[in-house]
């Protein structure tokens, strides 16, 4: 079974500009997560879709958003980009969501630079 | 409440020998703390997780030890080895009023050297 897929890898973006990261989940699983990791904060929680619904959301602008196609697959979107974004976008994919109950399993990642 | 509080950041140890990271937590409605293990341009995995009921999990060299009334909890490598170089990061998480989220510590670089 494929993992969970991440894409782009890698992306470079200027200040002020914005960005789309994709994430395909394991086949079968409908809850996808994303986090934000950067290296003092460690993995921060931005939110959860599940059946094409968000239903847990951290504490982050409201420059962050994302969005869960019918096929499970997950978009996530940061607005008006600025030098702090920079970060790798973890991507986690699991069953039904149902924190401690199940295996969460993340993506590589996808790492923003913003200049 | 809502943090995890991991330490150290960084942690060196020789081929052999063990290697401890410790975490503590505030919310007593938590209810899972797994632990994961990330090497370089990959995600997180899961490694090991344990349920407050109990106070000790042993997976293969890997044990997580669990004080419920200090509200902490630790990771132990036994027979640390290069392979284990890698970030570890603890969590938590409630399976109560459908939070479905976890919360990480801020990670530990651990080092093995050979």
């Known amino acids: 079974k494929a993992g969970v897929t991440q894409t782009p890898r890698y992306l470079i973006k200027t200040r002020g500009q914005q960005v789309t990261l994709s994430c395909s989940p394991i086949s079968g699983h409908r809850s996808v997560s994303w986090y934000q990791q950067t290296p003092g904060q460690g993995l921060q929680f931005l939110f959860e879709?599940?059946?094409?619904?968000?239903?847990n959301k951290g504490n982050f602008p409201g420059r962050f958003s994302g969005r869960q196609f019918s096929n499970s697959r997950s978009e996530m979107n940061v607005s008006t980009l600025e030098l702090g974004d920079s970060a790798l976008y973890l991507c986690a994919s699991s069953l039904s969501g149902r924190a401690g109950k199940e295996t969460q399993y993340f993506g590589p990642g996808t790492r923003l630079l913003v200049l | 409440q809502q943090q995890v509080k991991q330490s150290p950041q960084s942690l060196i140890v020789q081929k052999g020998g063990i290697s401890i990271i410790n975490c503590a937590y505030e919310n007593t409605a938590f209810d899972y703390f797994p632990w994961y293990q990330q090497f370089p341009g990959k995600g997180p995995a899961l490694l090991i997780a344990i349920r407050p009921d109990v106070s000790e999990k042993k997976e293969g060299r890997f044990t997580i030890s669990f004080n419920k009334s200090a509200k902490q909890f630790s990771l132990h490598i036994m027979d640390s080895q290069p392979g284990d170089s890698a970030t570890y990061f603890c969590a938590a998480s409630s399976g109560t009023s459908g939070t479905y989220k976890y919360i990480f510590g801020t990670g530990t670089r651990l080092k093995v050297l050979a």
């Open positions: 879709y599940f059946s094409e619904t968000q239903r």
